[in-house]
């Protein structure tokens, strides 16, 4: 009978499945759970995302909105309130949109979200952006 070295006893390859078992199932456990997570971080991303695209669309368009309509006025408060617009036009135009590592992304729309609400004080209307969403969504064509 020929010996086997240290390295290939039977005893030992059977009583080190357990550790070998343990490590396959970690990595391969690790690589998936990886693989998920990835998919998983898009899929969050790209939804909040959505969201955060909608929102400025909405200020977008409300402050072009205002724009026209203060803009033929020969009051003093409208020139007020169309200066006021018009800088939440000029946040929103400076607002990175092809850039979605963007360090400073939260306060810059913190200071959109602040004009906004200014200009929704100084027109009277809501400042809510929710409500003009949700106001919407009963709507049908």
């Not at 396959?24 to 991303?45: D, K, L, M, V």
């Not at 800088?87 to 306060?107: C, H, M, T, V």
Request: with cysteine.
């Amino acid at each position: 009978m020929a010996l086997r070295p240290p390295s290939e006893d039977l005893f030992d390859s059977i009583l080190m499945a357990d550790d070998r078992f343990h490590g396959t199932g970690y990595h391969e456990g690790f690589e998936e759970g990886t693989r998920q997570g990835t998919i998983e971080g898009r899929n969050h991303g790209r939804l909040h995302g959505a969201k955060l695209s909608a929102e400025v669309s909405f200020y977008h368009g409300f402050a072009l909105m205002w724009k026209c309509l203060l803009q033929n006025s020969e009051d003093v408060k409208a020139r007020k309130r169309l200066k006021a617009v018009e800088s939440l036009a000029g946040l929103i135009e400076k607002f990175p949109y092809e850039d979605p590592q963007y360090k400073n992304l939260q306060e810059d729309m913190e200071r959109v979200r602040a004009k906004f609400r200014q200009v929704c004080s100084l027109l009277n209307v809501a400042a809510d952006f929710r409500e003009y969403v949700s106001g919407s969504a009963g709507m049908s064509f």
